[in-house]
T-cell receptor
């Protein structure tokens, strides 16, 4: 169990550029989540996948944001035409899919800190 | 919809003193409850969770929390804190049988002073 890995750890980009982040979940976890955390706030839900299917999206996920999990393993989050308001920590988490076992509690990665200048 | 209120944004304490971090929630359905800790520039680590059963739950690093349904609270406690407990603590809820969305409070910054 190597935990949830996120890459890159830090990204500085100019306003208007596109950025892509990657998340590798714990291998046996089939649920994957993206959250955004701005300074002084708790994490806010963006979207979640079960295997390769994107099952829930927040209204926070504007048209400039797209997330994929093509083979049900790693996931990418792309932000197009970045704005200064996109500056935040982007957190990925994963969890097992078997709720019957009461196996709740996500495992979070260390996050990608995005700064838009 | 669910919401979480963490009543204190900052809690300073001295080393070896007891501490309580307060959390209240609002929900129209039953929820599961969680406490996470976040060290600087890191992700969140699960401290403990309440799913069902005994209302007093014990977690890692000597922390415990008590679920109070009538007061819709889930306060986190530790009888004696260490310098290494300095971190941000987040309370979160998850609706039972519904959305996969964890709803977090704004966090409480715990600072343990020598």
């Amino acid at each position: 169990d190597t935990g949830v890995s996120q890459d890159p750890r830090h990204k500085i980009t100019k306003r208007g550029q596109n950025v892509t982040f990657r998340c590798d979940p714990i291998s046996e976890h089939n649920r994957l989540y993206w959250y955004r955390q701005t300074l002084g706030q708790g994490p806010e839900f963006l979207t979640y996948f079960q295997n390769e299917a994107q099952l829930e999206k927040s209204r926070l996920l504007s048209d400039r944001f797209s997330a994929e999990r093509p083979k049900g393993s790693f996931s990418t989050l792309e932000i197009q035409r970045t704005e200064q308001g996109d500056s935040a920590m982007y957190l990925c988490a994963s969890s097992p899919g078997t709720r019957r076992k009461g196996n709740y509690g996500y495992t979070f990665g260390s996050g990608t800190r995005l700064t838009v200048v | 919809a669910q919401s979480v209120t963490q009543l204190d944004s900052q809690v300073p304490v001295f080393e070896e003193a007891p501490v309580e971090l307060r959390c209240n929630y609002s929900s129209s359905v039953s929820v599961y409850l969680f406490w996470y800790v976040q060290y600087p520039n890191q992700g969140l680590q699960l401290l403990l969770k309440y799913l069902s059963g005994s209302t007093l739950v014990k977690g890692i690093n000597g922390f415990e929390a008590e679920f109070n349904k009538s007061q819709t609270s889930f306060h986190l406690r530790k009888p004696s804190v260490h310098i290494s407990d300095t971190a941000e603590y987040f309370c979160a809820v998850l609706a039972q049988g519904g959305s996969e969305k964890l709803v977090f409070g704004k966090g409480t910054k715990l600072t343990v002073n020598p």
